[in-house]
């Protein structure tokens, strides 16, 4: 069983920037795929984005430029940097963790955005 705490979720204005962490209960060395999706109201959940082991990190298009992953492996944590955030990033966060036992999901974080 994989762990995954998120926090870091709070009420930002238009424009402005918040940092999501997720802590991961076992080492981010031995996850194969570790990011960010998000899940608004009324939609579907959706990559936001992630780092692949191996192959390195992979965003959706709507937050290209705007939001960075990063990854502490001494903390086993994972970052998500969001600047020039938008009322349509307004969503609950969750954290993802692909492994060879499985996919697991935290438990998510509430971001909104105000205009």
């Known amino acids: 069983q994989v762990r995954l705490v998120e926090s870091g979720g709070d009420l930002v204005q238009a424009g402005g920037s918040l940092r999501l962490s997720c802590a991961a209960s076992?080492?981010?060395?031995?996850?194969?795929?570790i990011g960010w999706y998000r899940q608004a109201p009324g939609k579907q959940r959706e990559l936001v984005a992630e780092i692949k082991s191996g192959v390195g990190t992979n965003y959706a298009d709507f937050v290209k430029g705007r939001f960075t992953i990063s990854r502490d492996n001494a903390r086993d944590t994972v970052y998500l940097q969001m600047n020039n955030m938008k009322p349509e990033d307004t969503a609950v966060y969750y954290c993802?963790?692909?492994?060879?036992?499985?996919?697991?999901w935290g438990q998510g974080t509430q971001v909104t955005v105000s205009s």
């Open positions: 993802s963790a692909n492994t060879d036992w499985g996919r697991y």
């Open positions: 076992l080492s981010t060395l031995m996850i194969n795929a």
